[in-house]
């Protein structure tokens, strides 16, 4: 899938800041890139601005970072990108009313800026935590001093050692899939499965 963001728009809301620093655009966008990597996803990262006049790319972390050039905004070139490439497999992640309006009359999914970050976090959150489990059980098996077999002690060892990971769906908050969660898919709309299957691909 392509993730379409609107990048001032979504690190904005996420610092809950009204000013962002490159630095702190960078760390966001390695983020990003380490998320779809994970995921298999495609991001278009779009920001004001830039060096030119006009658009120019970069691929930063494996993320296409775009900068509108000083003749357009961010909103115009993700506007012109959604009415040239809305038969893909495309999600946009923006809070913009205006975006978000263009995006809904040429049926094209979008996605809170807020809920894509709280998204992105919590599985970049697990993947560590996952990683710290394997790393944890290598380190329990391998420094095991005593050849001797207890076996409630080694039961309770094991047991100790193992994590239930959460689902993502159970750790989102209520208000993210906009009224879809815990509605039975029969009574969903179509429109509303489109999405719904799209936010299960995050």
Same mark, same amino acid.
């Given at each position: ?15 809950m ?32 601005g ?17 900068y ?22 495309l ?19 979008? =996605?809170?800026?807020?809920d +894509?970050?709280?998204i992105?976090? $919590?599985?970049? *959150?697990? /993947?560590? #935590?996952?990683?710290d489990? @394997?790393?944890?059980n ?5 420094t ?7 076996k ?19 750790? =989102?908050?209520?208000?993210? +899939?906009?009224?879809l969660?815990? $509605?039975?898919? *029969?009574? /969903?709309t #179509?429109?509303?499965?489109? @999405? ?7």
């Open positions: 899938m392509i993730l379409l963001i609107d990048g001032y728009n979504v690190v904005k809301q996420a610092l800041k009204n000013d962002v620093s490159d630095k702190e655009r960078d760390i966001f966008i390695a983020q990003l890139g380490k998320y779809c990597k994970i995921k298999g996803h495609k991001a278009r990262l779009v920001f004001d830039g060096p030119s006049d006009r658009p120019t790319k970069e691929l930063l972390y494996g993320v296409t970072v775009i509108s050039g000083y003749r357009d905004s961010a909103d115009d070139y993700i506007k012109d990108y959604l009415d040239a490439h809305k038969a893909l497999d999600l946009l992640v923006s809070t913009d009313r205006d975006i978000c309006r263009h995006a809904s009359r040429i049926n094209v999914e979008q =996605l809170d800026a807020k +894509f970050y709280y992105m976090s $919590v599985s970049l *959150n697990n /993947l560590g #935590k996952h990683l489990d @394997k790393v944890a290598r380190l329990a098996i391998a095991k001093t005593s050849e001797s077999v207890n409630e002690l080694d039961e309770l060892m094991q047991l100790g050692s193992k994590v239930v990971p959460k689902k993502l769906e159970d750790e =989102l908050p209520s208000d993210c +899939f906009s009224g969660k815990g $509605v039975k898919h *029969n009574k /969903l #179509k429109k509303e499965m489109k @999405k719904m299957k799209k936010i299960n691909k995050l």
